[in-house]
Structures are given as C-alpha cells and as structure tokens.
C-alpha cells in the first residue's frame, strides 16, 4: 500500500530510541524525509545517518529539549531551514517522572507539564502556519493508555496526557476546515526502557519480584505479549497517509487488547 509519504516532511520529537525512532525509521522507509530530534544533539544526528543509510531517505537530526520554549523553537527553526516546513508532525516528548502521589512536588508538576503537554501546545502552534498554507497536515500525539485507565505509580502520566486529548479534540475542529487532521496514539504496554522502571517500581512496592510482576502484567494483555516500538509506528505512520486523510480527533490504543472499555 502506497501511503503517499514521498517528498513529505515529518518531524518526530523524542525519535532517538523506542517508539519514536521506530516511527522515524517507518517515515523514511515510507518515502518521507524525516528529522530526528531528541536532547543531545550527536545521538540525533547518529541515528539520523543509521536512519538514513538503512533507508536511503534524506534524515537530519536536530538537537533540542523539547520541554522547554527555547527548544522548540530551536527545533522549529532548524527543522524549516533544513527541510523546510513541517507536512506531519509526531509529538513525543517521552514520560514525566514515575512516582505516586505522596512522591510528588510542586515542581514535579510543572516539570510534567511542560514536558508532556505545553511542549505538545508549542510544537502544534509552530508546524501549523505551513501546514495551513498549504492546506494538508498531519498532528499525531503519542500518549498512554493511562488516559483510559490510570496506572499504578506514574500519578504524573495520569493527571497530565489526559490534558493532551483534550486539546487534541478541539484542535481537530478547530483545524478541520484547513484539511489538518489531528489524532492520538494510546501507547500500551510497549517493551521499552520505561516500562521496565516502572515494572521494577511496581514489582518493589508489591513486595514480590520482578519476574512475577512482569507474568502478572502480561496476563492482563489479551495477545499474550508486550508492544514492540514498531506496533505503534505503524498506526502513527497510517494516521500520518493520505489513506487517513478523513480521520481526525480519534484517540486510538495500540495496547494488545490491554484495555477493555467498551468505548
């Protein structure tokens, strides 16, 4: 299947391993040309050239802390200049800090809400002015199956992504009328580094080990077996086609089965 990526540009924040690089990697295969972005800036660049050289896309990797204002607007700025402007736009900024309730200060907020969602308002607010001049666009926000179902142990995931559905739910109306579409991904239970910390944390408070936290997880997952980075970027890469061009404001897990609400 076509998707019809050829020539278009995306931007992946926090694309330097996990589910953002796999997104990446899918992008450039896909015909798109394709920014890496994560905080250091010779990790983005090194996974830019392996992207690149296993894919034969044109790959720049950029360096910047999408957390703060500074770097998103460094970002935004060497992403036009090097590819000119953003067709698709992925936010990821990865997980604010684990921790429960008790564990949490103030700053501990505000740092998770800069990070997860005024980091998700600026990258948006910066890719729109191209997006609407040529009126296509693509805005996919990679967040956790936590909106539906909080978890034990990230209060901070379960309080603050929910705020990013809400935007992305008025953003599609809002954007709808400039052939703009804007979803969100519901990231399950993915085999990446966070979720084996998160395990161990589980697994510690639980007071049983982590071999038994890691079987007791899985079996609430009706496939039988974690998310690989590349069963996200899949759906991420099919929200960003041509294909999806009449799917906006959906918020889509990608979980296993590991959620079982009726809606």
Do not use: C
């Not at 796999?22 to 040309?33: K, P, W």
């Not at 308002?121 to 179902?149: D, F, L």
């Amino acid at each position: 299947m076509d998707f019809g990526l050829k020539g278009r540009v995306a931007l992946v924040a926090g694309s330097t391993k996990g589910i953002g690089r796999a997104t990446a990697e899918l992008m450039a295969r896909e015909g798109a040309q394709v920014i890496v972005n994560g905080r250091d800036g010779k990790v983005a660049a090194a996974v830019a050239a392996e992207i690149a050289a296993g894919t034969g896309a044109k790959v720049v990797g950029i360096g910047a802390d999408v957390s703060g204002a500074a770097g998103v607007d460094a970002l935004m700025a060497q992403a036009r200049a090097a590819l000119g402007g953003v067709d698709i736009l992925v936010t990821n900024a990865g997980g604010p800090r684990p921790g429960g309730f008790d564990d949490l200060s103030d700053a501990d907020y505000l740092e998770g809400f800069n990070l997860n969602f005024l980091s998700t308002v600026r990258m948006i607010r910066a890719a729109v002015p191209h997006m609407r001049a040529q009126r296509w666009g693509r805005i996919v926000n990679i967040q956790s199956t936590a909106i539906k179902e909080p978890v034990p142990l990230v209060t901070l995931t379960n309080s603050i992504r929910p705020g990013v559905t809400g935007l992305a739910k008025d953003l599609a109306g809002h954007l709808g009328a400039d052939q703009i579409t804007v979803n969100t991904i519901l990231s399950g239970p993915v085999m990446t580094d966070r979720l084996r910390t998160t395990t161990t944390a589980r697994a510690a408070k639980a007071g049983i080990s982590v071999e038994e936290q890691w079987k007791n997880y899985l079996e609430l997952v009706p496939l039988g077996r974690f998310g690989k980075p590349e069963d996200v970027a899949a759906m991420i890469v099919f929200l960003a086609s041509e294909a999806a061009g009449w799917i906006t404001g959906t918020v889509i897990q990608v979980d296993g089965g590991r959620i079982r609400g009726a809606v």
